[in-house]
């Protein structure tokens, strides 16, 4: 299947898809001492717009619906993927939506001179929740 990246045009938009991508987790359903799930969106509004930031949206080229998002931060020489990103919903993990929004990113961050990246996780890598 054939994915195009695009920046994002609108926080609505983006707010949506990042929404799509993260309704399975089991913290985005469950309230705990902190919601994680308003936490983050606050936050990505917060820097929606703003420079050295960077939304991308991953999109079907056949039907261009939005498979996937991921957000990137830039700090000096440094790009941070944004935690939870790639954003992309169970049904889409195979269609390539997250590895292409990857792809995009780093092409993105090397041609702005950037010489490192970093991911944040909130989970051990083997984790179940973590989606791996």
Known sequence: MAIVV??????QDYK???I???KH???FKEHRLFDYSREELEG?????GKPDNLFL???SEISRM???VLGIKLR?????FRRWEPAVPLKERDSGAGEALIEEGFKYLWKNGIQKTFCMLRYPIDSPESGL
Not at 6 to 11: C, H, I, M, P, V
Not at 76 to 80: A, F, L, P
């Open 66 to 68: 939005i498979m996937g």
């Open 16 to 18: 949506k898809a990042w």
């Open 57 to 59: 949206v991953a999109k």
């Open 25 to 27: 987790l089991h913290w």
């Open 20 to 22: 799509n991508g993260m």
């Open 76 to 80: 000096g020489k440094t790009g941070i």
């Open 6 to 11: 695009d920046q994002a045009r609108s926080w």
């Open 44 to 48: 990505l509004q917060r820097d929606f």
